[in-house]
């Protein structure tokens, strides 16, 4: 790091650090207490701090401003405006006032919104989000924004997700301020860490293939003879290319106040991670689209194409995005940290307790928000969790809960330090790491790594948050009022209630193991295989009832993201049928046409048995890749022919999704028979190489 480089840390965001600097104090007080107490800003506040973004922007290059806003459909939009305009009198001039700050105005009509706008009813909004970072990239200064129609529906996950914010904010600091009364506790704030996992291949390569340009992924592959078996990848040696990738990627995130901490190389081939620091859930979101965005651009700058799809490659691991979730009250104190003594910290069983309810409770929620149709192939295999959710402890805070469960609270804990040579003893954490669990404490947070790395972390936080909040409102009710021993005696009682109500989602073992599975089904925990199956078991799921007991969602929007998750099956995996039809016709069956003629010409000069079986192998290989595509094709019209968005998706889902398989296998066993001169994909061996 170059000598004086903090100065340009956040050089191009428009934090806190700005705002105190460039406003008249009185209006930084406004603009804090607003934020603290959520009251509207009035109209000079507002065109004080429009006035100080507008001169800071433009000093710093840019021309445009746009509210940005996260759509139904998880990913990010805007629209550009200049701060150009014209006076009364026709002249030119640059204006951004309070009003342009606080409100825009894109068209609503063309964004995702589950049947709740008819395409003709266009108008819609944007608000500011004030407690969130504006940014410049691209010399557009960028506005974090939450986005309703006309009548206020919420067609965004900024809104939602703010609103459980606020909710969890205000229990929490109930139950905070019961256990912890040196300081009093004004706020909670859910903080969160996210890790990103992504592939890089070449571009030119990756052009190549239409599965990938297309779907982000492959649909066809042959695995190469050397996958990851060898685990020389993880936490090996960066490639140069690579490490001139990450150098730009910091660059960036660094101007925009980003702490990106770790950056390394996963198990997989080609695959790597990069993971920010703990913020606000919101900003650590935006942080966190931005960054996806950034990986994608960068990437195409080194010849490179970066791929967030899940399971971008078959037989190695797939991708996730870890959420590591904490709640902080105002002066610091993590409610997730169990102390030394954690049979003893009421304070931190009760905000556990809180998440064990949670995960084993609202267990199908957490499943539809942590996943989508391309995360369905990554969940059970290699790394990632399965699609069961239970929760890891570990053995310490196991047996603290057993203690209680019995009514003991003199645990029988081995917490002695660890001796590594000259560096005397090392304090062993609370908590080992159970890789192959979704939910996992570790240390002072939960890790939820259920998450697929395409996906935005807005809904699994709305869902984290909320649910707490209704769980810790509860408790508090019941605690409130009491004191000493009393308050006490009743907050062990009210634990040992719920974790012996909420126990089976427990699980320390290898999630992986067909014993867990049937464990799992033994005690009654959910297990949906796909996304689909998962999202069409909350129409009749009482669990939905969260959100509108809380004012999260109404029935109306909530029945409006079930309409856009059942778009989503259909887009996805009608893409990936219409992909591999086409790449069938102008790439599979041509290339192994291409190898019939090849081999029928040395059949001729040759009298080899082997070479004459071969020939008969691919000729039975192109009838069944016909017969296949015929298939294929009946599927997909099937599916236009369909009116109802409900059978479509299950169509696709059922049938669609099982043939690609069946022509995956087929023209797999190709590849791996066929010569390269023929194959007219790249390889996986051409892939994963393609970095080095």
Known sequence: MRENSLHDFAKMTFNKQKMKERLPYPIYLKWKSAIRNQEDLDRETADAIAHAMKTWAIENGATHYAHWFIPLNGVTAKKHESFMDRTDELEPMIRFSGKELIKGEPDASSFPSGGMRSTFEARGYTYWDCTANSFILDNILYIPSIFVSYRGEKLDKRGPLLESMNLVGVEGARIANLFAKEEHTYRIRPKVGLEQEFFLVDEKLAKTRPDLMNCDCTLVGAEQPKGQELDDHYFGSIPQRVMDFYQDLNKELYKLGVYAKTEHNEAAPCQFEVAVLFENSNVSIDNNHLCMSLLQDIAHQHGLKCLLHEKPFKGVNGSGKHNNYSLATNYGLNCFDPGETPQNNLLFLIFMTAMVVTADKYATLLRVASSSPSNDKRLGGQEAPP????????????????????????????????????????????????????????????????????????????????????????????????????????????????????????????????????????????????????????????????????????????????????????????????????????????SVIQEIRFIKDAVEVSSSKGLKAYLDSLSQGLDKLYEEKEVLEEILKKSRDLTSLEERAQLLQKDLVAQLEEIRQTSDGLEKAMSRRSWSLASYEELFDSVQ
Not at 515 to 539: D, H, I, M, Q, V
Request: aromatic fraction near 8%; include cysteine.
């Open 387 to 590: 699609a069961i959710i239970s929760m890891f402890l570990g053995e310490d805070l196991e047996e603290v809960l057993r203690s209680i469960l019995e009514g003991d609270l003199s645990p029988k804990m081995d917490v002695e330090a660890i001796r590594i040579n000259s560096l005397a003893y090392v304090p062993r954490d609370l908590a080992d790491r159970n890789r192959t669990s979704p939910f996992a404490f570790t240390g002072n947070k939960f890790e939820f790594r259920m998450l697929g790395s395409s996906l935005g972390a807005s809904d699994v936080n709305i869902v984290l948050n909320t649910a707490m909040a209704d769980i810790l409102s509860g408790y508090g009710d019941s605690l409130e009022g009491l004191e000493g021993e009393d308050l006490e005696r009743e907050a062990y009682a009210l634990i040992r209630k719920e974790l012996q109500a909420h126990k089976r989602v427990l699980y320390s073992g290898d999630n992986y193991a067909e014993e867990w599975r049937k464990e799992a089904e033994k005690r009654g925990l959910p297990c949906f295989n796909t996304y689909y199956e998962a999202l069409s078991s909350l129409r009749h799921d009482a669990s939905i009832e969260l959100f509108i007991r809380n004012g999260i969602f109404t029935s109306k929007e909530l029945l409006a993201l079930y309409e856009v998750g059942l778009e989503q099956v259909v887009n996805v995996h009608g893409l990936e049928g219409r992909t591999l039809l086409s790449m069938l016709e102008k790439d599979i069956i041509p």
